[in-house]
């Protein structure tokens, strides 16, 4: 398909492990985001990543959180030392360019659960 | 602390009847964005208001961004089952990020 796809769709690990998490956006699509939902609440901003610029990780919760992205495609997302808040689904959206209004196209998610 | 706070965070209503959903902030929004929601998988985008005041119609589905876009509305008329999800409101401050109210998850019932 042509949609942005994540891998993989569920994740479940032991607290103090490392994780990572990848998303393929849309091609051609210039900008990426990754989001959090946690269980019951709306997205929470977390990075994107626009063409070659310098990415905006204001929404990075600890830096035990990182994110990387190869050119204009595949992004992954690794999380550190890993601890039982962390669990929620991560959403992977990308968008042609990066503009306020523009429309992001989301990824089913990946679920990831830390015991 | 939320910058969109989006009521009511949970909808149970009959087929046929109307509803309303709010996305209130003391913000100014370059941008206003609905998505809807099915378990398991990512929000899909309903549509972008961007002009204070906009009203935007789809089918049976009616938006509005209030004038001095802080807030926006979601009114659904004559709801039918497969209208049941979880609708997200986002706005755009600067470029890149959204900011996204909590979600209201409506069940229409047959």
């Known amino acids: 398909g042509a949609g942005v796809s994540q891998s993989p769709s569920n994740k479940v690990t032991e607290k103090g492990k490392d994780v990572e998490l990848r998303c393929d956006p849309i091609?051609?699509?210039?900008?990426l985001y990754w989001y959090r939902q946690r269980l019951g609440q709306g997205l929470e901003f977390l990075i994107y990543f626009q063409g070659n610029s310098a990415p905006d990780k204001s929404g990075l919760p600890s830096d035990r959180f990182s994110a990387e992205r190869t050119g204009e495609s595949v992004s992954t997302l690794t999380i550190q030392r890993t601890q039982q808040e962390d669990s929620a689904v991560y959403l992977c959206?990308?968008?042609?360019?990066?503009?306020?209004?523009?429309?992001?196209?989301f990824g089913p998610g990946t679920r990831l659960t830390v015991l | 602390t939320q910058l969109l706070e989006q009521s009511p965070q949970f909808l149970s209503i009959q087929e046929g009847e109307n509803l309303t959903v709010y996305c209130n902030s003391s913000?100014?929004?370059?941008?206003l964005q609905w998505y809807r929601q099915e378990p398991g998988e990512g929000p899909v985008l309903l549509v972008t208001?961007?002009?204070?005041?906009e009203v935007k119609k789809l089918k049976r589905l009616t938006f509005q961004f209030g004038d001095a876009r802080k807030d926006s509305s979601l009114h659904i008329t004559a709801a039918q089952p497969g209208d049941t999800g979880l609708y997200l409101c986002?706005?755009?401050?600067?470029?890149?990020?959204?900011?996204f109210g909590r979600g209201t998850q409506l069940t229409v019932w047959p």
């Open positions: 208001v961007v002009t204070g005041g």
């Open positions: 913000s100014v929004f370059s941008s």
């Open positions: 091609s051609g699509h210039t900008a």
């Open positions: 986002a706005g755009a401050i600067t470029l890149g990020r959204l900011y």
């Open positions: 959206a990308s968008s042609a360019e990066l503009a306020s209004g523009d429309t992001q196209y």
